[in-house]
C-alpha cells in the first residue's frame, strides 16, 4: 500500500510566480499550482508556463507536486494536462481534478494520461484527486470513489457545494436563534470519507475560507480528522501548521498501531488468520488502517 502525506494541500493560483515562489518554501505536504478557480479565464493559458517552470524548479524538497486542471467539460481541460505532462510530466505528482460529476469525468483524464505516459515514456504514474463538489457528485461519491484505480484521493469543496446545494448560510447569520444546529456538512464529511476509506484511498477536508480565524480553521480540522480525513486544504501559509499538527497521527494512535500490527504479526506467525489486542479484534483488512498510521507518523517525523 502506497501512503502519501497529504495533511496540507495549499493552494496557488498558477498566474502569480511570487506566491508559487513561497509556496515552494512552505512546510506544506502537497501544493497545488491551480489554473482554475484561482486563474482568470484570460490568463488561463499563459498560466501554463509558469506552472511547467514552477514543476521544474529543484526546490520543492519532500512535497507532493500538484496542478489542479480546469474541468472536463471545459475548453482548457484538454491542453491543460496535455501541455504540463508533455513538458513537465517527469516532475508531476498528482493531477487534482474539478467539478467532477460521475465516473466519467476521471475516466476522460485516466486515459488521457495513459496515452502520454506511453508517449513520453514516462517512468511512473501520476495520480489523481478528484473534487467531491456537486450535488451529482456527492449523489455518487461511493462510484466514484471507486472507479478508478489512479485516484488516490477525494476531497470535499465546500463553495462550489453550497452553490450546487442551494445552501442559505445567510439565514444564520441574520437570525442567531434558528441558527443550525450544529456543523452542516456533517452529512457531506461524513459520507465523503466513508466512500474513500471503502475504496482505500485518502479523504481531504475542504478549505476554510476565513484564513485570519485560525481558531475557525483548527475546529474544522479536527471535526474532519475525527470522522476519518487525513489531511485538509490551506488557502493561505497561515493554515499549514494547523493542518500539519492536527492531521498528524496522535503517540496514542501511534502506540495503539503498533500494539494492533504487532498482534496481528504474531497471530500471522502462529498460523492464525486473525487476532485479538485490547479487545479488538484485527484481520487483514483492519491492520491495513494501521499500517497506514505508522506510515503516516514516519512521514511526518513522529515515528
Known sequence: MTVRLRRSELSVPGSNPKMIEKALASAADLVFLDLEDAVAPALKESSRANVIAALKNPHWGRKLRAIRVNAAETKWAHDDVIDVVTAAGESLDVIILPKVKAPRDLWF????????????????????????????????????????????????GFGDLSASQGVRASLAEEDEANRYPGDPWHFARGRMIVAARAAGIDAIDGPFANFRDPAGYRR????????????????????????????????????????????????????????????????????????????????????
Open 220 to 303: 474544522e480540522s479536527v471535526w474532519a480528522a475525527t470522522l476519518g480525513a487525513v489531511g485538509k486544504w490551506a488557502i493561505h501559509p497561515s493554515q499549514i501548521e494547523i493542518a500539519n499538527e492536527v492531521f498528524a497521527p496522535t503517540v496514542k494512535e501511534i502506540d495503539l498501531a503498533h500494539r494492533m500490527c504487532d498482534a496481528y504479526a504474531a497471530s500471522e506467525q502462529a498460523g492464525a488468520g486473525a487476532a485479538a489486542a485490547d479487545g479488538v479484534l484485527i484481520d487483514a483488512a483492519t491492520v491495513r488502517i494501521h499500517e497506514a498510521v505508522l506510515e503516516r507518523a514516519r512521514l511526518s517525523g513522529r515515528a
Open 109 to 156: 483524464f485516466d486515459t488521457l494520461l495513459a496515452q502520454l505516459e506511453i508517449k513520453l515514456k514516462l517512468k511512473r504514474k501520476i495520480g489523481l484527486e478528484a473534487l467531491i463538489e456537486e450535488t451529482a457528485a456527492l449523489a455518487r461519491v461511493e462510484e466514484i470513489a471507486g472507479c478508478c484505480p489512479r485516484l488516490e484521493a477525494i476531497i470535499l
